[in-house]
């Protein structure tokens, strides 16, 4: 990681120690990163993280080693839906590049030795930065109490035209005294 910090959500945090805390021990290949994670770490509430650090559930682009960008979501662990869309925190690279900030790089050695550098190039999307987003627009809604949904009405395309009316052969619609 180029400055060695890794900026984590209070709930990210906690799931980094439990992972420490499941860690089979030294010979555990996760047990570098997540001692790196650890000591490292500034700690956030979720309101206060920057839109650009990739927290759990952040869709992310990366690169390893300088290849083509790859883009995934950070998930909490293994999942069945479609293979390619998630990178769960349980393997290297998911662990490194949770709490990166874009342009910040994490390096790692993986059970084969071999040394990867993994490049966190864009958080397409962060779940944090959604969610405050989504309350400010809730909070400008003129007249509206936060939280609340706004209703608006739309008139529809008969509103504005002229009634129909019926008129006799003659074109006159008066009814006469018959109808009274």
Request: glycine share 8%.
């Amino acid at each position: 990681m180029s400055k060695e910090t890794c900026i984590l959500t209070t709930k990210d945090f906690t799931i980094v120690e439990v992972m420490r805390d499941r860690c089979l021990g030294q010979g555990d290949p996760m047990a570098p990163i997540l001692k790196r994670k650890i000591e490292s770490a500034i700690v956030m509430f979720r309101d206060e993280v920057p839109d650009d650090v990739a927290t759990m559930s952040s869709r992310v682009t990366f690169s390893v080693n300088g290849r083509d960008p790859d883009t995934r979501i950070i998930s909490h662990d293994r999942t069945t839906s479609m293979v390619g869309m998630f990178l769960p925190v349980t393997t290297l690279r998911g662990l490194a590049l949770l709490g990166l900030a874009e342009g910040e790089h994490f390096v790692l050695t993986s059970s084969d030795g071999v040394e990867e550098r993994i490049l966190l190039e864009k958080v397409q999307y962060q779940p944090e930065a959604a969610r405050r987003e989504r309350e400010s627009l809730e909070r400008h809604e003129v007249g509206q109490a936060p939280g609340k949904p706004s209703l608006r009405l739309i008139r529809g395309a008969f509103y504005d035209r002229a009634r129909l009316t019926t008129t006799s052969p003659d074109g006159v619609d008066d009814p006469g005294p018959s109808a009274a």
